[in-house]
């Protein structure tokens, strides 16, 4: 169901905001590390259901291929395989077959909640300094991005299949049908897959002749009246529908993967290649999820290697410990997010990396006592860029500081079964197209930038660096929260490092501030760079007030798009409302 502007006009009297933006499409923005993908959008239409079932995705086909699989009685897992393996086919520039995700699985009947991490893993030809140059200073971003060094194994494949395995009620190939379709027989663009392309295109592609032929064919820009067809990528779905995920990593597939990606390397000379175990030994991690209550509500999320977690639930409590300004139109209330959005920022980005490689102080870093002294910091020294924390049972800081690295190519859906099931799921190619490799039809992921191109800093170790066989730090966040035991909303969202803003942006405003569900995600977007504020321009429901006021003069600030992507499910009096964000174009559908 869609509801258009009408909707949001309505909301903006309640919030009594000024005049609604009107839609308009808003050209390319430059790519750079402040702009997550396409902060470009263009879509104002907000697209909610309510139902006992519902489906939220990025793509209105791939909400469609969804719903059918829960109108045929399939479990929120079946859902999410014809949902990812469709936007594989028609949202290429975010998420595929060639990248990686985390899935947050709510199990109803045995009531149990687990975290499958199908992150990207080096190979096991990885060097820390892989993304240097001779002289020892990184390697330009953009120029890493389309190194196959870039290119983590992906871990799409095995996560649906882990998944299904255990929880899939329809056969595993059907789930696969729908997209195979598409691929074969094609579909229409969306504006913004065309604008991905022509974004793709300016970060450069002229090293992948396979993205031009199916994503430039004549070396044009496509028109929205184009059909693109990607038939290499409908066998390559039609083989693991029939084989099952194991052939990706151990298979007809995995050796037609390899020899795709040795063709390729004969173009890059410091590449090392794959070898076939980095494949077969290849395997999705399941993990416990991480929880904090707040209030009377618990908060579950993915741990490390993700650190976007870790980061909402230090933002949520330090808001929390700090006393909630529960009015959205004083700036004071935004200032005050700001400034734990950037404490829990400090903490996430030096603590966080893959816990096999050095454990991350996860009990520590949400220790009530920690939270209480951070907090209290944090008033005393608003203005001021906090550092890490030192958390309970750590005496000294072992690694060096580092600054973020970019991170920008992602989807994320949110799905309930009418059993309660739930698929919470973001999954990544990482930045637009990933590195615009093409491998079977499959997009091939640009993860590993998102370690640290450095590994030690004036002789001390970075705790995100590249090692072989290890999982780069992310900021995917898929969550649930929980009251009395049972989960209440789920959401999650794309936009790299500011996963964890918007996310804890839409927290507040549905949890601590009460707001529907549609004003959750329609309303403004907070971030924080460095020592200064973004406040999102253009956003759907406009700022209540001057955004020049939310730096109470102290703080510099500046206003870009900020262009999430949220799938928010929220229980209201036993139904589940879905809304998707209306800065993306994607649907929300309910079965009644
Ligand atoms: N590569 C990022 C991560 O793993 C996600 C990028 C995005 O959200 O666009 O956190």
């Not at 083989?239 to 298979?251: E, H, K, L, N, S």
Request: glycine share 10%.
């Amino acid at each position: 169901m869609i509801r258009a502007l009408v909707l949001l006009l309505i909301l903006c009297t309640d919030l009594s905001c000024p005049e609604l933006v009107a839609a308009e499409l808003v050209g390319a923005a430059p790519v750079s590390r402040d702009d997550p993908e396409g902060a470009e959008s263009s879509h104002r239409a907000i697209s909610s259901a309510a139902g006992l079932a519902v489906v939220v995705t990025a793509h209105p086909l791939a909400t469609d291929a969804a719903r059918e699989m829960l109108k045929q009685g399939g479990d929120a897992v079946d859902a999410l395989v014809a949902a990812q393996t469709v936007l594989a086919v028609v949202e290429p520039q975010s998420s595929g077959l060639g990248g990686g995700g985390f899935l947050l699985h709510w199990n109803a009947r045995q009531q149990t909640l687990e975290v499958l991490d199908g992150r990207e893993q080096a190979p096991s030809s990885s060097q820390p300094d892989d993304l240097l140059r001779s002289d020892g200073g990184p390697i330009p971003w953009r120029e890493a991005s389309s190194q196959l060094r870039a290119i983590g194994i992906p871990g799409t494949v095995a996560l649906l299949w882990d998944a299904h395995q255990r929880f899939g009620r329809l056969p595993w190939d059907s789930t696969f049908q729908p997209a195979i379709n598409l691929a074969r027989e094609g579909f229409r663009p969306t504006p913004r897959l065309l604008r991905s392309i022509s974004l793709a295109k300016r970060i450069g592609t002229g090293h992948s002749p396979g993205f031009d032929q199916l994503y430039r064919p004549g070396g044009e820009r496509p028109s929205l009246d184009q059909v693109f067809r990607n038939p290499v990528l409908g066998d390559t779905l039609a083989q693991i529908a029939r084989d099952g995920g194991p052939t990706f990593y151990d298979g007809v597939l995995a050796a037609q993967i390899l020899n795709g990606i040795a063709d390729l390397g004969s173009n890059e000379q410091a590449f090392q290649g794959w070898s076939s175990a980095d494949l077969k030994n290849y395997s999705v991690i399941r993990r416990r999820p991480v929880c904090h209550p707040i209030q009377r509500w618990k908060l579950c999320t993915v741990p490390p290697p993700s650190g976007g977690g870790l980061a909402i639930l230090q933002t949520l409590a330090l808001l929390d410990a700090t006393g909630v300004i529960s009015n959205p139109r004083r700036p004071k209330a935004w200032q005050r997010f700001a400034t734990a959005l950037q404490w829990a920022d400090a903490d996430r980005s030096y603590w966080v990396n893959d816990p096999n490689d050095w454990p991350v102080p996860m009990q520590g870093l949400l220790a009530p006592q920690y939270l209480r002294g951070r907090a209290k910091a944090m008033l005393d020294q608003p203005y001021s860029l906090p550092g890490p924390g030192l958390p309970p049972g750590r005496s000294r800081y072992p690694f060096a500081r580092t600054s973020p690295g970019i991170e920008q190519g992602t989807t994320h859906l949110s799905i309930v079964d009418r059993h309660g099931n739930m698929a919470v799921y973001t999954g990544s190619v990482e930045t637009v197209f990933g590195s615009r490799h093409v491998v079977a039809g499959m997009v091939m992921n640009n993860q590993l930038t998102d370690f640290a191109f450095q590994p030690a800093i004036q002789g001390r170790p970075v705790a995100n660096r590249r090692r072989a066989g290890k999982r780069p730090m992310s900021s995917m966040a898929p969550l649930i929260v929980f009251e009395q035991g049972q989960p209440v909303l789920a959401v999650g969202s794309p936009g790299g490092r500011t996963i964890p803003h918007f996310i804890s942006r839409v927290l507040m405003a549905s949890l601590l501030w009460g707001l529907t569900p549609e004003q959750s995600v329609a309303m403004p977007h907070l971030s924080i760079r460095g020592n200064g504020l973004v406040a999102e321009r253009d956003s759907p429901i406009p700022w209540p007030f001057a955004w020049t006021e939310l730096s109470g003069g102290e703080q510099e600030i500046r206003s870009q798009p900020l262009n999430s992507g949220i799938a928010l499910l929220q229980l209201i009096q036993g139904r589940w409302h879905g809304v998707a964000d209306p800065r993306r174009e994607g649907t929300a559908i309910a079965i009644p």
